[in-house]
């Protein structure tokens, strides 16, 4: 099965910004919706934000006005930008799309490693 791959996280200081970005580590027919999810420790995981193919939008109350989910559907790739990043927003945040590796095969959903994200304050 071909997997999710997220790169962009790391260490930064509250206000600071970073860009998540995902895609498919194979060549893959379709992806339909994606979206970014945050675990932090102690917490459960939680949608951040998800959009469709169309570009259709999606955000948790905690993020809106501060991260933009955008995707670029020929590259398959789906970005979070954050920015005035909080401590709060310390998590592993996880990619999440459903995939197609042909025309004639489902759709499936898949998940990626996860990426760390750590605000300082």
């Known amino acids: 099965q071909v997997q999710l791959v997220e790169s962009g996280g790391g260490l930064v200081q509250a206000g600071d910004s970073l860009r998540l970005s995902c895609a498919p580590s194979g060549s893959i027919f379709s992806i339909n919706d994606m979206g970014w999810y945050r675990q932090a420790p102690g917490k459960q995981r939680e949608l951040v934000a998800s959009?469709?193919?169309?570009?259709?939008?999606n955000y948790a109350d905690s993020v809106k006005g501060r991260f933009t989910i955008s995707r670029d559907n020929a590259k398959n790739t789906v970005y979070l930008q954050m920015n005035s990043l909080k401590p709060e927003d310390t998590a592993v945040y996880y990619c999440?799309?459903?995939?197609?590796?042909?025309?004639?095969?489902?759709?499936?959903?898949?998940w990626g490693q996860g990426t760390q994200v750590t605000v300082s304050s």
């Open positions: 959009i469709t193919w169309g570009g259709s939008t």
């Open positions: 999440n799309a459903d995939l197609k590796l042909s025309s004639l095969r489902p759709f499936y959903n898949s």
